[in-house]
């Protein structure tokens, strides 16, 4: 199976920035993402027989598995694609066999959720040759379920619902609990600025290790020493106790109190957004970057260095974002000062003999769809 030709590309579903709400999805939080340009493409054709064949652009590589296919039976990057194949046959539905194209420009491991576009696109492909009739919150769930149960990443679904939901100069307030979603205009470009990404690539896939499922586990435990469902649930002085209930409470404490106050900057940043006080929403991002830096502690040197260099040159705020351990920063900065704060994360990078980082710019985009 090769690159081209293929059937004209059928689907496309798109990475995403987080603007605010990092760690706190599957925590019955709130998350604000944006869906990006960026996006995934996939093609798709039927087979007369049930072998599953995927092909990436990206890894060059081809894959074969089945329609029955099982957690286990294929790993590394096309398990994100078989295990939408086997999400779809758990909940009963026949699939071809299908081969299967995929391209991206979403840059992989960064943060920006290149799996989620590749499991969605995915999904809306073979929601059309299964006719399956998902809506888009049964293709965040599929593509969900795809990364947690068959690829094996413990992630919320922040990531699945911003590409699905996603709309052109919009953000999205979506409630993890209830699974609603409010869009609501981010009018930063209408008002002279631009959100910056300074790709680090530290790629976090490559350094986290199970950094993100000890965070995971962690605040299962601290939901559970304090006796509520979810950290949602409690308030920052109610989070005193932990330090108490445990040997390692102070730790659970500090883990407790980025989700717990990173919930209410959600919700303040989709405010300060809706009255466009943009000076306000930036030093939303200042805050938050601090409390992943010292509290929750999934922040590196790359990023750090990027939020403090995108500042030094003028950037009204900056944060990481997406699950952190590397990946990407975004900084929210005057049109007027982006050359000036782009040359000083460069040369910061370059003081360090760190890789240059990729920096570009995002606006909302469309979410998943046909193309
Ligand atoms: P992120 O979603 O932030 O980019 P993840 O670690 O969640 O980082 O997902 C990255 C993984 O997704 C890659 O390591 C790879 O397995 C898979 N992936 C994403 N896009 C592609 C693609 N176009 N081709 C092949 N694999 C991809
Ligand atoms: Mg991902």
Redesign the pocket.
């Known amino acids: 199976m090769t690159p081209a030709p293929h059937p004209p590309w059928g689907w496309a579903a798109p990475?995403r920035v987080n603007l605010m709400g990092e760690h706190t999805d599957y925590n019955d939080g709130f998350v604000l993402p944006f869906a990006i340009g960026q996006r995934?493409k996939v093609a798709v054709s039927v087979r007369d027989d049930d072998l599953v064949r995927i092909h990436?652009?990206?890894?060059d590589e081809t894959v074969e598995t089945a329609t029955s296919t099982s957690p286990g039976d294929v790993g590394?990057?096309?398990?994100?694609v078989a295990g939408v194949v086997w999400a779809l046959r758990e909940d009963g539905h026949r699939l071809p066999g299908v081969d299967l194209w995929?391209?991206?420009d979403?840059?992989?491991?960064?943060?920006?959720?290149?799996?989620?576009?590749?499991s969605c696109s995915t999904a809306l492909a073979l929601d059309h040759v299964g006719e399956v009739g998902l809506d888009r919150a049964g293709v965040a769930e599929v593509a969900r379920r795809a990364?947690n149960d068959y690829v094996g990443?413990p992630?919320g679904v922040m990531?699945q619902l911003a590409s699905v939901h996603g709309r052109e100069g919009q953000a999205l307030l979506i409630d993890t609990r209830s699974l609603e979603v409010q869009h609501q205009p981010a009018h930063f470009v209408e008002d002279g600025l631009v959100l910056l990404v300074i790709d680090t690539r530290a790629s976090?896939?490559l350094a986290d290790g199970d950094g993100y499922a000890t965070r995971r586990r962690e605040c299962e435990r601290a939901a559970e020493l304090l006796e509520v469902d979810a950290l949602r649930d409690v308030t920052v002085p109610e989070l005193a106790r932990l330090p108490e209930l445990a040997d390692d409470g102070e730790v659970l404490h500090r883990r407790a109190r980025h989700v717990v106050t990173e919930n209410d900057r959600v919700l303040e940043c989709a405010e300060q957004m809706r009255s466009r006080d943009w000076v306000a929403v930036a030093d939303l991002f200042t805050t938050s970057h601090a409390s992943m830096r010292d509290d929750f502690e999934i922040s590196s040197d790359e990023l750090d260095s990027a939020c403090a260099a995108a500042e030094s040159g003028g950037a009204l705020g900056a944060r990481m974002t997406?699950?952190g351990f590397g990946?990407s920063a975004i900084a929210l900065v005057r049109r007027e000062q982006l050359g000036t704060v782009r040359g000083c994360c460069l040369a910061a990078f370059a003081a360090e003999g760190w890789d240059e980082p990729r920096l570009f710019t995002v606006e909302p985009a469309a979410g998943a769809g046909p193309l």
């Not at 990436?56 to 890894?59: A, I, M």
């Open positions: 990475g995934a990436s652009r990206q890894t590394g990057w096309a398990a994100y995929v391209d991206s979403v840059p992989i491991g960064a943060g920006l959720s290149s799996s989620a576009a590749l990364e990443a992630t990531d976090h896939s997406g699950g990946g």
